[in-house]
């Protein structure tokens, strides 16, 4: 299958919204979350012999009894999005085994700074004031002391206390937070001087979504746009200006995009640049705290030859705690929901996103996508209809952005050819009138109107000429038959990016389903499975073109691989390239199955039709024939511009 990347929305939306970590990934949902409804005060339903702060309680999930919902382990109540729960585990362990898990503690302690209770959280880090006895204590319980230091209004000794500590913490993490602490405390000029020392002569952004050079540029880029947030805050827009350019100059495809961020910057639209306080540099230094573990779990499970699947446990606890003590922490928030949704928990994710102190149009958008993977389909019209109702005119295109997203994936037409033109008129300088157009194909295309969407892809890629323009383009290009048009776009971004494997499976998937040149599709996507042999969509595709040349076996172990590894997410195309092949296989039942299953998951109009057709009739087009596999050389796939 063709990867369909929500990059560019993503890198558009992060830019515009020019959160300080938003950009660190791609966000799942169609608008960057921000924060939701408040729950009455009297609604609190932890037992008073349990001691949390009031940022915890309003989290608490009630059981069918309406008592607080209890879990047998921390895991249980994270993976709910239950924080009270989450805290309510831990007081419950026995010290010793708190002390085996640094982060237990660490928790609990958070929970008491959170409620202005610092010798309470003191006592859960074991910190007394003696240099010795703390001297086995882990760093990161010291660093904590020192932000306990400055949420108490003792900016000086924090920092003092902070530039002792540092030496333990991970990465550049020491660095960030405290150049965030002296922001806070006023100390500008010395937190400009931090970011600048942090900053490379050199920015080389990553190639794809394959090239290990992602995370130094994510760690970069967090650098140089705090670096530049806080120049703009202190009126120095011209320098904030030349900090982010140096992205700009990294990434000269995102051209169109980088200029609304720096039109930003100099006027301040979309731009919600509040000064740091003590509260939200905190938490903002948490944050990179826990990407930093993350990635250094990654690194590790790479180096190892494993791959790091399911929820990453630590990283939502570790966020979740975040918002205890910075509950409007809008980049956290959406960190913690795009988690438990990619987990298919798609209820907890709900919950985190309707447990934030104020509601905003962006939050119900991220809820609404959430109620909607849920099953849950009437809360989530609701959803979309409160964030319309909430969006003034700063929020108003992104929430029509989303909502729009949103009425496509329940089929709404007529909801979303209502919206539309609102979208396109609001749509301002060029980034958005290309996110806007960009949007406008996607939506014509799912639901059959090709032409439409083509006209639409055609405007989005003449304003924002970037590759994933250009890939969509293609894909349209021959959906309507202008094969010959798409595959120059194709082998021209293939030449331009030879070691892209999502480019190899697009060409590939497109020879192998368009064309009359399998052979060569063969090829490609074997080059594609060679440098991402673990990619799904990848494997789906090879699996998919091995099909074409009648080995079902091997198509049905590659393609159930494929269904494997997305667990417990389902993708209907792949489930419907396996009702396929357990028919001709005799497998009925089986393929009935499939093709439900690929019903169930949002299809695009002409295919969910199609696929309807087949779950009445079967199917009606003869096993392909079995031929001999194309011979691979090790330079399959490499062409030239005489080949274009």
């Known amino acids: 299958?063709?990867?369909?990347?929500?990059?560019?929305?993503?890198?558009?939306?992060?830019?515009?919204?020019?959160?300080?970590?938003?950009?660190?990934?791609v966000p799942h949902f169609a608008a960057p979350p921000q924060s939701g409804v408040e729950p009455a005060a009297d609604t609190a339903i932890i037992p008073a012999s349990v001691q949390l702060s009031d940022n915890a309680q309003v989290t608490a999930l009630p059981d069918e009894s309406g008592e607080a919902a209890t879990y047998p382990a921390a895991e249980d109540a994270i993976r709910a999005g239950d924080t009270a729960g989450l805290l309510t585990v831990l007081a419950a362990m026995p010290q010793d085994e708190r002390q085996t898990d640094n982060f237990a503690n660490a928790y609990l302690a958070l929970d008491r700074a959170a409620a202005s209770d610092f010798a309470g959280a003191r006592t859960y880090l074991g910190i007394t004031g003696d240099p010795e006895t703390e001297a086995d204590l882990p760093g990161f319980y010291l660093w904590l002391d020192a932000w306990f230091i400055a949420l108490e209004g003792d900016a000086a000794g924090a920092i003092e206390r902070h530039r002792d500590v540092a030496g333990s913490m991970p990465g550049i993490t020491a660095d960030l937070s405290l150049a965030a602490m002296l922001e806070a405390a006023g100390r500008t000029d010395e937190a400009l001087a931090v970011y600048e020392a942090l900053t490379p002569t050199t920015i080389e952004a990553p190639e794809h979504e394959f090239d290990p050079?992602?995370?130094?540029?994510?760690?970069?880029?967090?650098?140089?746009?705090?670096?530049?947030?806080?120049?703009?805050?202190?009126?120095?827009?011209?320098?904030?200006?030349?900090?982010?350019?140096?992205?700009?100059?990294?990434?000269?495809?995102?051209?169109?995009?980088?200029?609304?961020?720096?039109?930003?910057?100099?006027?301040?639209?979309?731009l919600d640049n509040q000064p740091l306080t003590f509260v939200t540099g905190f938490s903002q230094s948490l944050s990179d705290v826990a990407?930093?573990?993350?990635?250094?779990?990654?690194?590790?499970?790479?180096?190892?030859?494993?791959?790091?699947?399911?929820?990453?446990?630590?990283?939502?606890?570790?966020?979740?705690?975040?918002?205890?003590?910075?509950?409007?922490n809008e980049a956290v928030r959406s960190g913690v929901i795009d988690a438990l949704y990619e987990e298919a928990l798609f209820d907890g994710a709900a919950h985190v996103a309707l447990v934030a102190p104020e509601m905003t149009p962006a939050l119900q958008i991220s809820a609404a996508q959430a109620l909607i993977?849920?099953?849950?389909?009437?809360?989530?019209?609701?959803?979309?209809?409160?964030?319309?109702?909430?969006?003034?005119?700063?929020?108003?295109l992104q929430t029509l952005y989303g909502a729009l997203q949103l009425s496509t994936l329940l089929n709404d037409r007529d909801k979303a050819m209502s919206l539309l033109p609102e979208l396109m008129q609001l749509a301002g300088n060029p980034a958005?009138?290309?996110?806007?157009?960009g949007l406008a194909s996607s939506i014509y295309s799912h639901f059959g109107e090709t032409?439409?969407?083509?006209?639409?892809?055609?405007?989005?890629?003449?304003?924002?000429?970037?590759?994933?323009?250009?890939?969509?383009?293609a894909d349209l290009l021959g959906r309507e038959g202008r094969v010959n048009e798409a595959l120059v776009i194709l082998r021209s971004e293939r030449l331009a990016r030879p070691n892209d494997p999502y480019t190899l499976n697009s060409l590939g998937y497109f020879l192998v389903t368009r064309t009359d040149r399998a052979d060569e599709g063969y090829r490609v996507l074997a080059r594609a499975m060679l440098l991402a042999e673990s990619d799904p969509y990848i494997s789906d595709s090879f699996g998919w073109a091995l099909f074409q040349f009648g080995d079902l076996e091997r198509a049905q172990r590659l393609i159930e691989g494929s269904r494997e590894d997305l667990m417990p997410h389902r993708h209907w195309e792949i489930e419907d390239h396996l009702g396929d092949i357990y028919w001709h296989q005799g497998k009925k039942d089986e393929a009935r199955e499939a093709w439900q299953i690929a019903l169930d998951n949002h299809p695009p109009k002409i295919e969910g039709d199609t696929i309807r057709q087949k779950l009445a009739d079967g199917l009606t087009t003869p096993m392909p024939e079995k031929?001999?596999?194309?011979?691979?050389?090790?330079?399959?796939?490499?062409?030239?511009?005489?080949?274009?």
């Open 1 to 25: 299958m063709r990867h369909n990347s929500n990059a560019v929305a993503g890198v558009l939306a992060c830019l515009l919204a020019f959160s300080a970590t938003a950009c660190s990934s």
């Open 213 to 270: 050079r992602s995370i130094v540029f994510q760690h970069v880029s967090s650098v140089i746009v705090r670096h530049a947030l806080l120049l703009q805050r202190l009126g120095r827009i011209d320098e904030a200006k030349a900090a982010y350019e140096q992205l700009a100059t990294a990434e000269p495809e995102q051209a169109t995009s980088y200029a609304a961020a720096i039109e930003s910057l100099e006027t301040g639209k979309n």
């Open 291 to 328: 990407t930093a573990l993350q990635q250094q779990r990654y690194i590790t499970a790479a180096i190892s030859g494993r791959d790091l699947v399911g929820l990453d446990v630590e990283r939502a606890g570790f966020d979740l705690m975040t918002l205890v003590i910075d509950p409007a």
């Open 373 to 396: 993977m849920a099953d849950r389909e009437t809360e989530a019209r609701e959803a979309i209809s409160q964030a319309l109702a909430l969006s003034d005119d700063d929020e108003k």
């Open 432 to 437: 958005e009138l290309a996110a806007a157009n």
């Open 451 to 473: 032409g439409q969407a083509l006209g639409h892809a055609e405007e989005a890629r003449r304003l924002d000429d970037t590759h994933e323009r250009r890939m969509t383009l």
């Open 627 to 644: 031929k001999p596999l194309p011979e691979i050389r090790i330079d399959d796939g490499e062409i030239n511009r005489r080949d274009i």
